[in-house]
């Protein structure tokens, strides 16, 4: 009696592997091109602000995911623009996550009359 | 129960609570300097996260803190935030916390990917 030896398709992943690594330094690139372009002598007026952060959020979020990572990547993108007027501003985080396989970059822009602060985090699914 | 929750929606009140007594209790009645708010921050963020895992150890937690001072200006203390996220809308969730004093505003975003 012969047996069949199914061959199974199946591949519990739970790390991705080296080369669809999510890396912060790419990632980085991506999002100072797309800041330099949008806010290139950009003036500070409260009503476009909101439109520009979300314009901002969205395309970063865009190209996080074009960067053709590991598929079981979450992507979270925080976008902060204000009125550059000489007030203090901090920006700090904290994760709790796998340092293997999640990580996160930030990049800041200032000119005379805004800043802005975009933090990308990618996360990895089990 | 929601110690035992996987759905971030149904967290998300207590989680609010949390944050905002580590902001209450950390800041408190503090005015804005330039080193001391960067630990202040720092602090804030420790806690938030040690009390979050406390509650409910089913996600992964990402918490951004910002410090802006208030100048008393409509101009200058205006403030744009704006979060973009790809991932499971029914399980993860983010959730935004403000809190102020007579010197400064405080957010504090938290972001929460179900394991």
């Keep these: 009696m012969s047996k069949k030896v199914t061959q199974s398709n199946k591949t519990y992943q739970i790390r991705p592997s080296f080369k669809d690594k999510f890396r912060p330094a790419e990632a980085k690139e991506k999002i100072e091109k797309i800041l330099r372009e949008k806010l290139k002598n950009a003036q500070y007026s409260s009503s476009e602000l909101p439109q520009w952060t979300r314009e901002i959020a969205d395309q970063t979020k865009s190209e996080l995911k074009a960067l053709g990572k590991d598929k079981r990547y979450k992507y979270l993108v925080q976008v902060i623009i204000g009125h550059n007027s000489g007030q203090g501003v901090r920006v700090g985080s904290r994760c709790f996550w796998d340092e293997d396989t999640d990580d996160c970059t930030y990049v800041t822009y200032m000119n005379d009359s805004i800043f802005c602060l975009v933090v990308a985090f990618a996360v990895y699914l089990y | ?115």
């Design chain 2, 1 to 115: 129960m929601p110690q035992d929750s996987v759905v971030f929606g149904h967290i998300r009140q207590e989680c609010e609570q949390l944050i905002f007594n580590v902001c209450n209790k950390i800041f408190g009645p503090k005015e804005y300097n330039q080193t001391q708010v960067a630990t202040l921050i720092s602090q804030t963020n420790e806690e938030s996260v040690k009390q979050l895992l406390n509650n409910n150890k089913n996600f992964k937690y990402m918490v951004v803190t910002t410090a802006m001072q208030k100048k008393g200006t409509a101009a200058a203390d205006h403030l744009e935030m704006t979060a973009d996220c790809y991932w499971n809308a029914s399980t993860d969730g983010q959730s935004c916390v403000r809190w102020e004093n007579d010197h400064m505003f405080v957010f504090v975003t938290l972001f929460a990917c179900a394991l």
